[in-house]
Each structure stands twice: as structure tokens, then as C-alpha cells.
């Protein structure tokens, strides 16, 4: 069985192979493809996959090329994981973000838009590239913003594309934690938008153990969500936001930190992957080595100033060892050998969010098997939430049509109607900055 790693050089695709090693079943895939348009960083990716296989029976055989067609024949699977103007776009996208007061994060607020509006395009020929070449293959993506790319690849692949992120998993790993439960055996209700969900209930043997958890402010504080927002914040919700709801919720804050004098987080990924891939290039390094120090730090230092904001502390050990690879490999079992799974996924909606229409692409649980993912029924969001939610989509339509059309009057609408960008005339200048920067953008008109 083949896999297609479109945006194979990717910093994070030895996560991925490394599932792949430990997946000694029947029907597990034997053959990895990768893709990437930059050589060296492809090159510096697959001598980190070598050492990864070192002495590993029936190892899945690596390739790579540079020709994404050939890349996508044949292929059963199709991992998305590409970064449109790489990691000096998203570096980018933070200093024109901040500069006007507004903020920069790679996949919320202007800084997401930004980087939707100049992946779209790709992400849409992408999408018709494998409905010509591999129709018959899946398409997972983690390509951000994981949710608006996944819509707009479902207009020409349907339910054949599935959008993952490992934020829900890991959310519901440390509250099952919290509760003293195994959390394989627990479930969370979880719904609303990629980067923008909230569980509802942690239900462990059928029990919902949730109100037990929001009641003990000692018990919240055991768990990164409950020091990040408060415990007075989370009972008044009456929920766990994701993460990413910090920059919701304390945006000023957020905006002010991202100011501060010295890197953006995109600007410190790139000066750290950039010392990786020249390391992992030269001869005689070891480059798994290089690509595991590297890795954790980017891991420990992920949020660092959110949680130094809401002076959370440090990431807890168990959530630095990573997570897309593992719900990826799960995706891909499930469906490939019918072992049923309920994964927390982003799919078309048909009904499962009132609020929404049904090919908008929402992120809930799902039961997954041979026929694909299909959305499982869901509780009303509260007012708030369904308010929120409405607002980010209607924003993400509009970046979908701003890129099918290249009108930049639509690309203005997308950023001004965002709840955290509060003028038209801070739009204006956004897409004014963003355009004379990115050569991506240049379709705008």
C-alpha cells in the first residue's frame, strides 16, 4: 500500500514514518512517496527516514521526487502537509499582523488568513491533480488552516479528503489524566471548528465526569487548559476550550506578547529548522540526532507565550511527544482494513452542527471504517460558541471566494469581518501589506 507525503521535506514527516515503523499488521503501508519542491530539505528528510529504518524488518521503501504527478499515481493515501511560502511566509504574516495591532498566529486572525488566502490555490489544484491521477485514493490533510484547506479541497474530492489535528486529541488525553482515568477509555463531546472547539462533557464508563472536574479548581489546575484560562473562566463556560481559544478569549493579551521586542514564532522556527536542514545535510551527521533535539524544543517551547501570559507553566511531559502522526496512522488503518475507530476529524457537516450548512467542514468526532468518516450526531453548541463558529466560517467563506475569484475586495471582506480584526481600514492595509510581500497573493486583483 502506497503513501503520498505531498510536502515530503516537511519538518514533521519523521513523525509520521516513525508511526509507520511501528505498524506491524497486515495491509500496513509499504511504500512511502515524497514530494516537495525544495530538494534540499527533501534530501535532508529522507537521511532522517534512512536512520529511522535502520534495522527495522519490512520497513516501508522510501522515495522521492520532485514531480508531483508522479508522486500522487498509484497512491492509496495522501498525506497533505504542505507550507505555502514556507516558514519566512509565516514569519511574514506575524510582523505585518502585529504592526497593526492585530494578530499574527499562523492559523487564527489575520495571520490565518493570510496564509489561507496563498494555500487555497495550491491546496485546489492539489485536489483536482489527485481526482484525475488517484481517484480512488484518501486524502488526509494537515495542511493549515486545517479546516478551510480541508472545505476547499472537498469542493472536487468530496468526503474522500479528511482534515486532522492533534489539538482535540491531546485536550482529551489530559483531562481523561485529570480525572484519573485511562484515556483510552474515555470519551469527550467535542465540537466546533478546527482550532476553534469545545468539549462538553468527558464521559468515562458512560459517566460525565466533566461538571466533577470544572467543580474542583485544584483538580482544573492540574491541567494545562485549566492554568491557561482560569478555573473561574472554564466554570463560567461551562466547558474546555481548545487551546487555541486563548487567542479569543485573551486577545489583547496575545497581541500584546506577539509584540514583544524579539522573534516572532515563525521567525524562531525558521532560524531553528534552517540550522536542522543544514546539519541533516552534511556528511557524517547523524541526522535523526539533529532532527529529535530540534524537535524538542519546538515541542517545549509551543504556546510558550500564551502560557507565559496566563503563567501556566511549562507543557506537561506526556503532551511533548506528538500526536498528528498518531491520529493519521488511525485514519489510515480504519479505513484501509475496516477496523472500526471514532476519531475527532474534520469533515463535511450534513447536519451534525445546526448552525452550519452541510458541506461546511467541521471538527467532531466521527466513526470511522472502509467507507470513509461520517460526522456522529452531536449536542447544541451555546449561544456563544454557535455565535463564534458562525462568524469564523462566514470569514473562511469568503477567503474560499476571494481565492476562486482573485477579488481582492472579497480578500478585504475576509479580514475585516474576523472578530479579532475590528476595522475595515486595518483590513485595507493588511491585504495591501500581505500582497507587496507574498508572491503568493499575486492573483489578487
Known amino acids: 500500500m502506497r503513501l503520498t507525503i505531498v510536502g515530503g521535506g516537511g519538518f514533521r514527516v519523521p513523525l509520521v514514518y516513525g508511526a509507520l515503523l511501528g505498524d506491524r499488521a497486515e495491509g500496513r503501508v509499504s511504500e512511502v512517496v515524497l514530494h516537495d519542491t525544495d530538494p534540499d530539505r527533501l534530501a535532508a528528510v529522507t537521511r532522517v527516514l534512512a536512520e529511522q529504518a535502520a534495522g527495522v524488518p519490512d520497513a516501508p521503501a522510501v522515495t522521492a521526487t520532485a514531480d508531483l504527478d508522479t508522486a500522487l499515481r498509484d497512491a492509496r493515501f495522501v498525506f497533505s502537509a504542505i507550507r505555502v511560502g514556507g516558514l519566512e511566509g509565516r514569519a511574514q504574516d506575524e510582523r505585518i499582523a502585529f504592526a497593526e495591532g492585530v494578530l499574527g498566529q499562523e492559523t487564527v486572525g489575520a495571520g490565518g488568513i493570510a496564509y489561507g488566502l496563498r494555500t487555497v490555490p495550491v491546496a485546489v489544484d492539489l485536489a483536482r491533480r489527485v481526482a484525475r491521477l488517484a481517484p480512488d485514493a484518501w486524502v488526509i490533510n494537515f495542511t493549515n488552516p486545517a479546516g478551510l484547506v480541508t472545505e476547499a479541497m472537498s469542493r472536487h474530492l468530496g468526503d474522500r479528503v479528511i482534515g486532522i489535528c492533534d489539538s482535540p486529541v491531546g485536550l482529551g488525553r489530559r483531562l481523561a489524566r485529570a480525572l484519573g482515568a485511562d484515556p483510552g477509555r474515555a470519551a469527550i463531546d467535542y465540537a466546533g471548528l478546527n482550532h476553534l472547539g469545545w468539549v462538553s462533557a468527558v464521559r468515562v464508563d458512560g459517566r460525565d465526569e466533566l461538571p466533577r472536574l470544572l467543580a474542583d479548581p485544584g483538580l482544573l489546575g492540574t491541567v494545562e487548559e485549566g492554568r491557561l484560562f482560569g478555573a473561574d473562566w472554564l466554570r463560567a463556560l461551562g466547558a474546555v476550550p481548545n487551546e487555541y481559544l486563548h487567542y479569543y478569549y485573551f486577545h489583547r493579551e496575545a497581541v500584546r506578547a506577539g509584540r514583544r521586542p524579539g522573534p516572532t514564532r515563525g521567525a524562531f522556527l525558521q532560524t531553528q529548522q534552517d540550522r536542522f536542514y543544514e546539519e541533516a545535510r552534511r556528511p557524517g551527521t547523524a541526522a535523526l540526532a539533529a532532527w529529535e533535539r530540534t524537535r524538542a524544543e519546538r515541542?517545549?517551547?509551543?504556546?510558550?507565550?500564551?502560557?507565559?501570559?496566563?503563567?501556566?507553566?511549562?507543557?506537561?511531559?506526556?503532551?511533548?511527544?506528538?500526536?498528528?502522526?498518531?491520529?493519521?496512522?488511525?485514519?489510515?488503518?480504519?479505513?484501509?482494513?475496516?477496523?472500526?475507530?471514532?476519531?475527532?476529524?474534520?469533515?463535511?457537516?450534513?447536519?451534525?452542527?445546526?448552525?452550519?450548512?452541510?458541506?461546511?467542514v467541521v471538527e467532531v468526532p466521527c466513526l470511522v471504517g472502509a467507507n470513509g468518516a461520517r460526522p456522529l450526531a452531536a449536542g447544541p453548541l451555546p449561544a456563544h460558541a454557535t455565535a463564534l463558529v458562525c462568524a469564523v466560517k462566514a470569514v473562511e467563506r469568503e477567503v474560499l471566494a476571494a481565492a476562486s475569484t482573485g477579488s481582492r475586495a472579497t480578500a478585504v471582506k475576509a479580514f475585516a469581518l474576523h472578530p479579532l480584526v475590528d476595522s475595515v481600514d486595518v483590513a485595507r492595509r493588511l491585504v495591501d501589506g500581505y500582497t507587496a510581500v507574498h508572491p503568493g497573493l499575486a492573483y489578487l486583483r
Do not use: H, P
Request: negative net charge.
Open 299 to 360: 515541542e517545549a517551547t509551543y504556546m510558550a507565550e500564551n502560557r507565559e501570559t496566563a503563567g501556566a507553566g511549562e507543557r506537561e511531559a506526556e503532551d511533548l511527544s506528538g500526536g498528528y502522526e498518531k491520529v493519521a496512522l488511525a485514519l489510515m488503518r480504519a479505513i484501509a482494513r475496516d477496523e472500526r475507530a471514532t476519531l475527532i476529524l474534520n469533515v463535511r457537516n450534513r447536519g451534525t452542527l445546526a448552525a452550519l450548512d452541510a458541506d461546511a
